[in-house]
């Protein structure tokens, strides 16, 4: 049985009762009426055998036996009103989407068209992604001239999560291989069990290297029928570059180069969509608009348990009663009635 006073969890089945209380302050103004109206019963000839200190003690101690009957009323309504004790059990059943992240780390990634940079502004946006698909077995893949699996499927999002944290650029060989940086996600999940399987792939660049081609990886993840949205990362035009000079690093305007026509290609060919990031704002609305389109479905069942609660409170009109009771008739007993 739940703690009384935590009210937070109490609900009453009856709380109708709760309308009786309106008897307590008429109950008060017919006490007062009373007792400014009283008079003796039965006048005296004398009073030496009664101890006037007894007597004036009891007089003042009397309301203690009205209070002992609001007491009791009060216990009694609440014990009708039928206190009970609440709690929920969910049963939560998903059926989630099994999901890789496949970023780019390449050299270019640097560059500071976005805020820090694209890999620091690619890794904030990941994150918050994935904080928005709690049933979702996700995985990581990161490719530059090669491409490496930094975290397998898993719904351990908080390993996940500290694997997007380590993303630096250098953790493999530089150079741009988006058919290898697929084709390692697709292998993350040809053997899922999930309702869907999705591919986020992000990249800056078009592909110059690697012993698979993109349209190779793409044939493979249309035959496990992987959905695949490409994200293309970068400003319109040029944008600055950190390069390492006889001087120290000095800012470059570079040219950006992103292979669109392969982006669009992938995504169509497999029911996903190609999206087109000039910078944070933009990525965040894209990662946004991703999360709406792979919609997982939970259902989730409410069981709610009731516990009464109106003994305790029943027995307490029962003390407060038989204790008014006790003490009229037997210390608060005087010859007046």
Request: aromatic share 8%; net charge positive; glycine share 8%.
């Amino acid at each position: 049985m739940m703690n009384l006073m935590d009210w937070k969890h109490m609900t009453f089945a009856h709380p109708w009762f709760f309308g009786l209380l309106l008897l307590i302050p008429a109950m008060i103004w017919w006490q007062l009426r009373s007792k400014k109206n009283d008079n003796p019963a039965m006048r005296l000839t004398t009073l030496g055998g009664i101890n006037p200190a007894m007597a004036g003690g009891k007089a003042r101690l009397r309301p203690v036996l009205f209070v002992l009957r609001i007491l009791a009323l009060m216990s009694l309504i609440v014990a009708l009103a039928r206190p009970q004790s609440s709690n929920t059990t969910e049963n939560v059943d998903s059926e989630g989407i099994d999901m890789v992240l496949s970023m780019d780390v390449s050299g270019s990634m640097l560059a500071e068209d976005f805020k820090p940079n694209r890999i620091e502004a690619a890794k904030a946006q990941a994150l918050k992604f994935i904080d928005q698909r709690p049933t979702d077995r996700m995985g990581l893949v990161i490719f530059g001239g090669e491409s490496f699996t930094m975290c397998p499927i898993t719904i351990d999002h908080s390993v996940l999560k500290n694997q997007v944290n380590q993303i630096r650029n250098g953790m493999v060989a530089d150079g741009t291989s988006i058919g290898m940086g697929l084709a390692t996600a697709v292998d993350r999940l040809r053997n899922t069990k999930g309702k869907s399987r999705v591919v986020i792939l992000m990249t800056d660049g078009v592909n110059n290297t690697g012993i698979i081609d993109p349209s190779t990886a793409l044939e493979i993840a249309k035959a496990f029928k992987v959905r695949i949205y490409t994200i293309g990362v970068g400003s319109m035009g040029q944008a600055p570059m950190p390069v390492q000079t006889p001087f120290g690093i000095q800012k470059q305007m570079v040219p950006v180069e992103i292979d669109e026509p392969l982006m669009k290609r992938m995504a169509a060919e497999t029911g996903g969509k190609y999206f087109r990031a000039t910078g944070n704002r933009s990525l965040s609305s894209i990662y946004d608009d991703i999360d709406k389109m792979e919609k997982t479905k939970v259902d989730i069942t409410s069981f709610k348990h009731y516990s009464e609660l109106f003994f305790p409170f029943a027995l307490l009109a029962i003390v407060f009663l038989l204790a008014e009771m006790t003490l009229r008739y037997t210390w608060f007993r005087s010859i007046t009635g």
